[in-house]
């Protein structure tokens, strides 16, 4: 299948961005490449959003519900677990799919995406899909893994840990980390380079990133090169602070568009408060499951992307401003007219594919 975008919108959005600072940080805005309105939904999501606005007017809200019953994680997971990219690499890649043994015996699965002509000893981007810890799969973000190594000639390698509330916390983090230690040891076999593992993961696959991250530096292992977080969950807990602090009006929305923007934000910003209750614990004020509360300095360079009418952005640009004011190197790109999950729709969204470019750039300039 091909894009459901001219190819030229791409080259638009790279054309058209610009920095700028926001809550203290420095970002790099990526405009809507072909319309110009301030606060307004990408006129692609536009059209996705005005269907399911009609569809939820017919549906009752109880379905939309988010909580740890069985019923309505059998429903959300139906949601969460829906491939949205359109197929843009059908051929030069291959997909080995493979198993990990954790601690207790769990064979974890792992896919590994190569292109037909790697480069040798090859950066690995280890990206772990987000699902607010309960949903989601590799499959999900395949196409971007595809786009990447197809593209950069490195490889990439997805995980699907095992998930919440059936796996409670710390099982699926444990998952994530004990692959990134089977990496460490493992990645000349794949043929990639220990040295260059870089690890990243959108929304709750942020929030796993960050405790790879974290459980490599208290280990002593330093296994990660970089960090890369997609819209990711970093105040779990709720920190409040002048940075955290969070108001409606601190987002564009154009009013001719607002009816759409709005109940998306809303809705992730009560969505949060379910997250612990998913993964079965009360200890959620720690940096394993609120990186934001204890930022380290050690941290690696690290790559943060957003978009304009995601509530995740708020504290996403708290996160960049400790990261900065720690010394820790930190890009982030801000995508106008976009909200949450963008990298799920890679031939959809030309700001998906350019975000993938991006993931390229940066792994290309912090490698060893």
Not at 247 to 260: A, L, N, W
Not at 310 to 338: H, M, P, R, W
């Amino acid at each position: 299948m091909s894009r459901k975008y001219e190819q030229q919108l791409v080259t638009a959005i790279k054309e058209k961005a610009y920095h700028t600072t926001r809550r203290g940080v420095d970002i790099i805005v990526k405009p809507i490449p072909d319309f110009d309105e301030k606060g307004a939904m990408d006129p692609r999501l536009l059209k996705s959003s005005k269907k399911m606005s009609l569809m939820m007017k017919f549906m009752p809200k109880s379905l939309m519900k988010m909580d740890s019953s069985p019923k309505s994680i059998q429903r959300l997971r139906k949601i969460f677990n829906h491939v949205d990219s359109t197929e843009i690499i059908s051929s030069g890649f291959k997909r080995d799919n493979r198993t990990v043994k954790a601690d207790d015996g769990y064979e974890i699965p792992i896919s590994i995406f190569k292109s037909d002509t790697p480069l040798e000893n090859a950066p690995i981007l280890y990206f772990i899909h987000g699902g607010g810890f309960f949903a989601g799969s590799t499959d999900v973000v395949a196409e971007a893994l595809k786009l990447f190594v197809t593209t950069t000639n490195m490889i990439a390698v997805g995980v699907d840990y095992r998930l919440a509330p059936e796996n409670p916390y710390p099982a699926g983090h444990n998952d994530c980390y004990t692959v990134l230690k089977w990496l460490g040891d493992n990645a000349e076999a794949i043929g990639g380079d220990a040295r260059n593992i870089f690890v990243g993961g959108d929304s709750a696959g942020g929030n796993l990133t960050l405790y790879c991250s974290n459980r490599s530096l208290e280990d002593g292992l330093n296994l990660v090169r970089g960090q890369l977080l997609f819209y990711p969950t970093v105040n779990m807990g709720g920190v409040k602070d002048a940075d955290t602090a969070f108001s409606i009006t601190d987002i564009d929305i154009y009013p001719k568009h607002e009816k759409y923007i709005k109940p998306g934000i809303e809705m992730f910003s009560q969505a949060t408060n379910s997250l612990s209750d998913l993964l079965g614990t009360t200890e959620v004020m720690t940096k394993y499951l609120t990186p934001y509360m204890d930022v380290s300095k050690d941290s690696p360079v690290t790559f943060i992307s957003s978009g304009e009418h995601d509530f995740l952005t708020i504290e996403s640009l708290a996160y960049a401003k400790k990261l900065n004011q720690l010394g820790v190197e930190t890009t982030f790109t801000y995508y106008c007219g976009l909200g949450h999950a963008y990298l799920d729709h890679i031939g959809n969204y030309p700001q998906a594919e350019d975000c993938v470019a991006d993931i390229g750039e940066f792994i290309k300039k912090n490698r060893v």
